[in-house]
């Protein structure tokens, strides 16, 4: 069931509502504190006149994603689709359209799978209990009123149309915070009534791949990393989502911009891994990617172009330790040696047995030896374990993002 999940390997993700007209990231809501009447101006101006999925899925099919993730409804409870159950939508907007459905409909023309993220939390919604991490939280908050009954019924009931109408190839819930010690008040699975959410997406949407973050273990298909690529257990499908730059939502003041030759380590890291790397752009208030974002997608993609066989449809390689500052993945008989900083000399590869190796990115041969009985090499260019694996290399690294070698295994 999960295995276009796991050779797909490289997504989108894609954070794009109201937030993305304060420009100042997609919590901004909460983190000012602002009520409902505040916020209302960015529905107001809502216009999304550039949001072109065509283009997002042309770029993002360039750099090498297979699937990609829309926020249907972010925590701002702001929906971008034309919901039956609320009238806080884009179609109300000067937008006036159906933003979730022309995702879906750009992105399978493209050939790419399509998710849709969604919000447990709703900072709108009049029956959403305000909680720890509401905008409006107090410590002597007055929930009187508000009825998360009401609200649950309102979360199943568009989790509901979002299935029915897309079939989406995932699920991406988020997120359960009843154990957070940075809140004295949170929601977990019971407030979600999880098990009978899940019961509906398995029933109405059996191919949908689900999240981990409903705080229900045992109803995930595979579980979910943010801003790091841990180790899982094997055969755990499992994906890291990450930011370009420090945000979920556009926001230009965040300049913690990763440069492409870290998003393509990250990326080979959580392949490494069995992982999957989920990256997100922050569309600005219009809807369009920043040109930043689209040139790292483009350089990203002249890197997966040429690597596609080490990342596409493989994994880890977890039998063998990889060389000093490398990692491994492989597909078959084949291994990728993904060398991240280029040493002067040779790499010494114990306990691996090849018979070819060469550069991925250009079939050049890499001309390889074996370590001697006495852990010499002939002219000691490198020294290791007897009947160790060396791989000579050219003084001059490869002029791609992470130079990768190929070995056929024996
Ligand atoms: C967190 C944040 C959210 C972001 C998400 C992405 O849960 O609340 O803003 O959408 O992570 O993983």
Redesign the pocket.
């Known amino acids: 069931m999960t295995t276009w999940f796991t050779s797909a390997r490289f997504g989108l993700?894609v954070?794009f509502g109201l937030y993305s007209l304060a420009a100042r990231h997609?919590?901004v809501k909460q983190r000012e504190r602002l009520t409902d009447d505040e916020y209302q101006r960015y529905f107001d101006n809502f216009r999304a006149d550039r949001f072109d999925p065509a283009q997002w899925a042309r770029d993002a099919k360039a750099a090498g994603m297979r699937y990609a993730v829309l926020?249907t409804k972010?925590?701002d409870g702001f929906c971008l689709w034309d919901s039956a159950l609320t009238k806080y939508k884009s179609t109300n907007t000067p937008a006036g359209r159906d933003l979730v459905a022309e995702f879906v409909a750009a992105f399978r023309a493209e050939g790419l799978r399509v998710g849709l993220?969604h919000s447990l939390l709703d900072w709108h919604h009049p029956d959403f209990t305000i909680d720890g991490w509401h905008p409006q939280w107090t410590d002597n908050v007055d929930n009187t009123g508000r009825d998360m009954d009401r609200y649950v019924e309102y979360l199943h009931g568009q989790v509901r149309e979002l299935l029915t109408a897309h079939q989406p190839d995932v699920l991406w819930l988020?997120?359960s915070y009843a154990d957070d010690h940075r809140v004295t008040v949170g929601k977990g699975s019971a407030d979600w009534k999880a098990e009978e959410l899940v019961a509906m997406v398995r029933s109405l949407s059996p191919h949908t791949l689900l999240n981990d973050?409903l705080d229900l273990p045992g109803s995930e298909d595979f579980a979910?990393a943010?801003e790091a690529s841990p180790h899982h257990g094997r055969g755990v499908p499992w994906e890291a989502?990450r930011t370009l730059n420090g945000s979920?939502?556009y926001a230009p003041e965040f300049q913690q911009w990763l440069d492409a030759g870290q998003i393509v380590r990250v990326l080979v890291d959580s392949v490494s891994k069995d992982g999957n790397l989920l990256l997100?752009v922050g569309p600005d208030g219009r809807g369009a990617f920043e040109p930043r974002a689209r040139e790292l997608l483009a350089a990203i993609g002249e890197w997966t172009a040429l690597h596609t066989d080490a990342i596409h449809g493989a994994s880890g390689a977890p039998d063998l330790t990889p060389p000093p500052d490398c990692r491994l993945t492989r597909a078959g008989d084949r291994l990728f040696v993904h060398v991240f900083s280029w040493p002067a000399g040779s790499l010494v590869f114990p306990g691996v047995s090849a018979n070819y190796a060469s550069f991925l990115h250009d079939g050049a041969e890499v001309q390889l030896s074996t370590v001697d009985e006495d852990g010499n090499l002939p002219h000691l260019q490198a020294a290791g374990p007897p009947g160790a694996l060396v791989l000579h290399l050219p003084t001059q690294r490869p002029n791609v993002l992470v130079p990768v070698i190929e070995l056929a295994l024996n």
């Open positions: 993700f954070h997609e919590w926020t972010h925590h993220y988020d997120f973050r979910t943010e989502c979920w939502g997100n």
